[in-house]
T-cell receptor, first 116, second 116 residues
C-alpha cells in the first residue's frame, strides 16, 4: 500500500518567492496534518483537516502561510512570500480520522525547504 | 508545563544490548494515547508502537515494547537486542482524549546511537 506522498522532496528557493508543498494522504484516511520540524522548535503542528475541512489552524505562523484540501486525496501548503526563517522540514501526515485515542498518524517523507 | 518530556537528549548503546528510552507525560484527561516514532537520518517519521491509557497490558511490536506506568505517568520505549539500524531519533507523543481533539503533542526526542 502506498503511504503518504509528498512533493517535492527538496525545495530551494529565494526569499520572496512563493512555495507550494503538496501532499497525498493514504487512501481511506479522513484526517490530514501539516507539521513543521526545526532544530529550534522541534515538531510543530501547523494545521489539520478532517473530511477536507480545516479543523485547527492555530499553529499556522502567520498570514504568509495557507493550506487547502480541495478533495480527499490532495492538500497543499503554500508560503507566500517565503522568508529564510521558513527553512525547515515540512511533514504531511494522515490518519483514519477516528474520534478516539487509538487513531494513528502516518507521516510522509517530508519536504526539506531551504529559503535563501 | 511540558506535556511530553524526554530527558535523554542522546544515548550510546552497545549493539545487541537492550535500551530504554524515557518518556513522561502530563495530562488531566483519563483517556489518552501514547505513541512512539522513529526518525532515522534519512528523515522520515516511522510509527513504532501505541499504548492506550486504558490498556492493561504493555504494548509490544516485535523488538519494541512499551513500559507503561500509569501512576508515574511514564511510557518508556524498550528496544531489545539493539541493532545498528536502530540508530535514529526517537520521539514520544501523546493524544489527549478530549472529544474532537486529534492533535499529537511531541517530545523533543532522544538521539540513539548503537555502537558496533
Amino acid at each position: 500500500d502506498a503511504g503518504v506522498i509528498q512533493s517535492p522532496r527538496h525545495e530551494v528557493t529565494e526569499m520572496g518567492q512563493e512555495v507550494t508543498l503538496r501532499c497525498k494522504p493514504i487512501s481511506g484516511h479522513n484526517s490530514l496534518f501539516w507539521y513543521r520540524q526545526t532544530m529550534m522548535r522541534g515538531l510543530e503542528l501547523l494545521i489539520y483537516f478532517n473530511n477536507n475541512v480545516p479543523i485547527d489552524d492555530s499553529g499556522m505562523p502567520e498570514d504568509r502561510f495557507s493550506a487547502k484540501m480541495p478533495n480527499a486525496s490532495f492538500s497543499t501548503l503554500k508560503i507566500q512570500p517565503s522568508e529564510p526563517r521558513d527553512s525547515a522540514v515540512y511533514f504531511c501526515a494522515s490518519s483514519i480520522g477516528l474520534a478516539d485515542i487509538t487513531d494513528t498518524q502516518y507521516f510522509g517523507p517530508g519536504t526539506r525547504l531551504t529559503v535563501l | 508545563a511540558q506535556k511530553i518530556t524526554q530527558t535523554q537528549p542522546g544515548m550510546f548503546v552497545q549493539e545487541k544490548e537492550a535500551v530504554t528510552l524515557d518518556c513522561t507525560y502530563d495530562t488531566s484527561d483519563q483517556s489518552y494515547g501514547l505513541f512512539w516514532y522513529k526518525q532515522p537520518s534519512s528523515g522520515e517519521m516511522i510509527f513504532l508502537i501505541y499504548q492506550g491509557s486504558y490498556d492493561e497490558q504493555n504494548a509490544t511490536e516485535g523488538r519494541y515494547s512499551l513500559n507503561f506506568q500509569k501512576a508515574r505517568k511514564s511510557a518508556n520505549l524498550v528496544i531489545s537486542a539493539s541493532q545498528l539500524g536502530d540508530s535514529a531519533m526517537y520521539f514520544c507523543a501523546m493524544r489527549e482524549g478530549r472529544f474532537g481533539n486529534e492533535k499529537l503533542t511531541f517530545g523533543t526526542g532522544t538521539r540513539l546511537t548503537i555502537i558496533p
